[in-house]
């Protein structure tokens, strides 16, 4: 199973920006971020074809966040910008897409996941 690695998370005012990084093991042709807050469940954020099927966001990550790859170093990227308090979350990368478990945003539809790293918007 492909091994993923993220970093780049932080805290910073609302308004302001941050970069996540995911470094996978291997090629993959799918990857997505996700997020998730204590008590409630992991949403989906944004996901991307790697071979250039195109990218994929939840409506409260439009305008604002944009993902991207960069294939020779079998990484993924999620720009991050005008952050609001409720983006706070810990937020995962996620690899291995099931297409039968559910679409793209789905949790569920995917089997690997990065340790996840944590993002504080303040007001």
């Known amino acids: 199973q492909v091994r993923l690695v993220e970093s780049g998370g932080g805290s910073v005012q609302a308004g302001g920006s941050l970069r996540l990084s995911c470094a996978a093991s291997g090629y993959t042709n799918c990857m997505g971020w996700f997020r998730q807050v204590p008590g409630k469940e992991r949403e989906g954020v944004a996901a991307i074809y790697t071979g250039g099927g195109g990218a994929y966001y939840a409506d409260s990550a439009k305008g604002r966040f944009t993902i991207s790859q960069d294939n020779a170093k079998n990484t993924v990227y999620l720009q991050m910008n005008r952050l609001k308090p409720e983006d706070t979350a810990v937020y995962y990368c996620?690899?291995?897409?099931?297409?039968?478990?559910?679409?793209?945003?789905?949790?569920?539809?995917?089997?690997?996941w990065g340790q996840g790293t944590q993002v504080t918007v303040s007001s």
């Open positions: 996620a690899a291995d897409y099931v297409v039968d478990n559910g679409g793209l945003l789905t949790y569920l539809a995917w089997n690997a």
